[in-house]
């Protein structure tokens, strides 16, 4: 919970740290939910822990590009939003078939919060200020899914998560500055 916490706070910040604890996080969260036979979760925060990787390679070189320290953000474009679209009820009707092969306790809500974390975990590493929406709707999920489970402790977790991507579309919206694909910078409007 410690280093959930501390990871929303870097990401909030835009700090490259947090891709190193979201190793922590993922494996740790990974672990509580194969406990609880989420396996949803458990594959979504193993793809956390690969996706920190990724995210830490691409933040270094936007923050390389707008300054130490500045928020950089990348313009969502429509093709993105259309594949992540069709990603996500694909992906959602795939996992709801697959959790209730595998005994899942609650699988529309697993796969429905799996897959929209997914999104935005993906656009979160391209530095979308939109994925903090997805954040907010997946987390809303994800507590959900931890009630009906027991896992009481994660689901304030969750909550908490909640408020802080409000408070993050908020910082990044008024903080960012758009990384455009030539290269030059242009302060968000």
């Not at 193993?46 to 130490?68: F, N, Q, T």
């Not at 709707?137 to 507590?143: G, N, R, S, Y």
């Amino acid at each position: 919970m410690v280093t959930g916490v501390l990871y929303v706070v870097l990401e909030i910040l835009q700090k490259n740290a947090m891709w190193v604890v979201g190793i922590a996080t993922g494996a740790a969260c990974a672990y509580s939910f194969s406990v609880q036979h989420s396996w949803g979760m458990v594959g979504l925060n193993l793809y956390y822990v690969v996706m920190s990787v990724v995210g830490l390679i691409r933040w270094k070189k936007d923050s390389a590009a707008v300054g130490e320290g500045e928020i950089h953000l990348r313009p969502l474009k429509k093709s993105i939003a259309l594949w992540s679209t069709l990603i996500y009820i694909a992906g959602s009707l795939a996992l709801i078939w697959l959790f209730r092969r595998f005994g899942d306790k609650a699988p529309e809500l697993d796969a429905l919060a799996t897959m929209l974390s997914v999104i935005a975990t993906w656009w979160l590493a391209q530095s979308h200020l939109q994925q903090w929406l997805l954040w907010i709707v997946a987390d809303v999920l994800t507590t959900a899914l931890c009630l009906v489970t027991g896992q009481y402790w994660l689901s304030i977790l969750y909550l908490a998560y909640v408020f802080s991507a409000a408070y993050g579309y908020y910082h990044w919206k008024k903080k960012g500055i758009v990384v455009n694909l030539q290269g030059n910078n242009t302060a968000d409007q």
